[in-house]
């Protein structure tokens, strides 16, 4: 009896919605080469009390200063992290305008435009914010999530690839890899990657969730949801399980279609 293959993986399009709610549920991160979980995507994050006096003083700084490079880049950065994506857009935008040889600037633009889902946009500026003289391995790792978020993933993996010469086993880099295997439907290998970053960085939830869909992807669902329950509260872990299984029935019922 010959045995039954294994059902395709979806387009990206289908996983990555119901993934930010796997990995990035509570979770807030730093830019978009550290969102490995939806390659690029941050969750919106609600700003807490403990939070607004730290904007209200940057906007006011920004209001003083708005031709401030660093005051731009600090209040851009701000309101990213508070979820603001549109408005850390033309923060960053206006102060590019009147910088627009400033590195820093240019990175921090990228990223905003990433998390705001203009990914052609993003790569295009992040390509202006290094030079093949200077590289930096964060904006090499952006491009390429921004790349595999365009359906792009053999131009992504070349950038993960000169990223990881720069810096050899980087867990981001490694993560964002291996989603970018999966995106191709190449499981053995993105699971392979996926563990290289687990193990290089154990305590880092953004890489335990992304090796947990891979794994459960591959069928291994008893593995993938003891990783997702790895030090989180028992709400948070019920939670996180349940959007795990949620996903792999979709992924099911789409291949069973």
Request: glycine share 6%; aromatic share 4%.
């Given at each position: ?11 990206a ?87 627009p ?36 391995w ?5 491009q ?6 365009l359906?792009?993933?053999?131009e ?52 335990r969730?992304?090796?947990?869909l ?15 329950r ?16 949620q ?11």
């Amino acid at each position: 009896m010959s045995k039954r293959p294994s059902p395709a993986l979806p387009p990206a399009k289908f996983l990555l919605p119901a993934f930010m709610v796997l990995v990035l549920g509570g979770c807030q991160t730093n830019g978009i080469e550290d969102v490995t979980g939806a390659l690029g995507v941050k969750s919106e994050a609600p700003v807490t009390a403990d939070a607004k006096p730290d904007m209200d003083a940057l906007r006011e700084r920004y209001r003083a200063k708005p031709s401030d490079p660093s005051v731009a880049l600090a209040y851009g950065k701000a309101l990213r992290e508070t979820g603001q994506r549109a408005q850390a857009v033309a923060v960053l935008e206006q102060a590019v305008l009147g910088h627009p040889s400033n590195k820093a600037l240019l990175a921090g633009y990228g990223r905003a435009l990433a998390d705001n889902g203009n990914f052609q946009q993003a790569f295009d500026v992040l390509s202006r914010a290094h030079t093949p003289e200077d590289p930096d391995w964060r904006i090499l790792s952006a491009q390429g999530a921004a790349l595999d978020q365009l359906g792009r993933n053999e131009e992504a993996q070349q950038y993960y690839a000169s990223a990881l010469k720069i810096v050899p086993d980087e867990p981001q880099v490694l993560s964002n890899l291996g989603l970018s295997y999966m995106l191709q439907n190449n499981l053995p290998r993105a699971e392979e990657t996926m563990r290289r970053a687990h193990e290089r960085n154990p305590g880092d939830p953004r890489v335990r969730a992304n090796l947990a869909l891979v794994l459960g992807l591959e069928g291994k669902q008893a593995e993938a949801e003891s990783i997702v329950r790895a030090d989180l509260p028992p709400d948070q872990a019920a939670a996180k399980v349940t959007a795990l299984r949620q996903l792999l029935a979709k992924k099911q019922q789409r291949a069973d279609r």
